[in-house]
């Protein structure tokens, strides 16, 4: 398999697509992630509070009904990024997926959408 073909199985588009995020400090330790997500032609805007931006991500997911349990996390730093592969997990099937991005955080959430995209694809 090429890193092309890789990629495009892995992390390419799906009908989940993550269009923005971010986050800012809340309280107890906690973080308030603010995310916009596409869903096939619908744009939807949504926050949620958790200890990190992959908790927030993973309960944003479920909001819009595209849950996912993360089974297993792996990290690897690049020269000028991060890539995250995840095993993720719904109703007993699991796939992994990747995402990269500029920080840890941004390539768990990228990957983390990718996981959604391949666990909940369209019928």
């Avoid at 744009?43 to 309960?59: K, Y």
């Avoid at 009904?65 to 699991?94: M, S, W």
Wanted: hydrophobic share 40%; proline share 3%; net charge negative.
């Amino acid at each position: 398999m090429t890193w092309e073909d890789f990629t495009d199985q892995y992390s390419g588009d799906g009908h989940i697509r993550l269009a923005a995020y971010s986050t800012k400090p809340a309280d107890r330790d906690m973080i308030d992630c603010q995310a916009t997500l596409a869903v096939a032609d619908d744009l939807f805007s949504l926050r949620a509070t958790a200890t990190g931006p992959v908790g927030a991500m993973t309960s944003i997911l479920h909001d819009i009904g595209a849950p996912v349990a993360i089974v297993e996390l792996r990290q690897r730093k690049t020269d000028d990024a991060f890539a995250t592969y995840l095993l993720c997990e719904h109703n007993g099937t699991r796939r992994w997926a990747y995402g990269t991005g500029t920080t840890g955080d941004d390539a768990n959430v990228n990957a983390l959408v990718a996981g959604a995209n391949r666990l909940h694809e369209p019928r």
